[in-house]
């Protein structure tokens, strides 16, 4: 997705995101449960540092500042200022005063600071227009033994079966329709490919990379160490 269509499209979603992550995400894709396993796997201790790329509404939040206690820090970037309105909210309304909210690119990672102890990012790398630059930021700005966390799809459709000819469709109408997604970011063989690359770059770039599939095998879980 271009930059402006993520400003525009997440900027009008913003006031709504939570309440569809609650009663439609969460319950159906069991968002929650993959959240807490994406913040497992960076192995987070009191006093780390921490990168959210994609922050969204700030919904890893909780989770990675619990991790990291109040002598950690944690950083979240997001592209749409809509987003990161909503996340700002989270974070004065609990009083987090170790966590700073970052307007960029995920292709750039400007403004961040770092190096990281760990850095992750949820459902949100997939729509980035330059992926392989996000996924070289992602690693650049990680310490020696850094851990990294990526839960996303890696196809906008199921192989086969009921989802594939009666939900998938329905959803992708959905999806366009509220601008969640464009229609090249639903184009299947593009998505498949572009995390075909992603990953092999990832298992070259890190050491201790482990993978997991969910959401009915259209989802992946990937983790991993910069040597």
Known sequence: MQLDDVAKNYGALARFYDLGDRWLT???ARIGRLRV????????????????IGCGTGLNLPLLV?????TGRVVGLDYSEGMLREARRRVESNGWG???????DAALLEGVGGPFDAAMSTWALGIVDDL???????????????RLAILDFRSTQAERGLRRRLVDPVLHKVLLWSGIDTAEDLDNERFQKRWEDGKRYLREALVDVEE????????????????
């Open 66 to 70: 619990e991790a990291v206690g109040p």
């Open 212 to 227: 997991e599939s969910n959401v009915g095998g259209t989802g992946f879980l990937l983790w991993g160490t910069k040597p």
């Open 37 to 52: 396993a994406s913040v497992g796997r960076l192995s987070l201790r009191e006093g780390d540092s921490v990168l959210d």
């Open 98 to 104: 170790n966590v700073e909210l970052v307007h960029g």
């Open 26 to 28: 969460r319950p159906f």
């Open 132 to 146: 392989p630059s996000a996924l070289e930021r992602a690693v650049d700005v990680l310490k020696p033994r850094g």
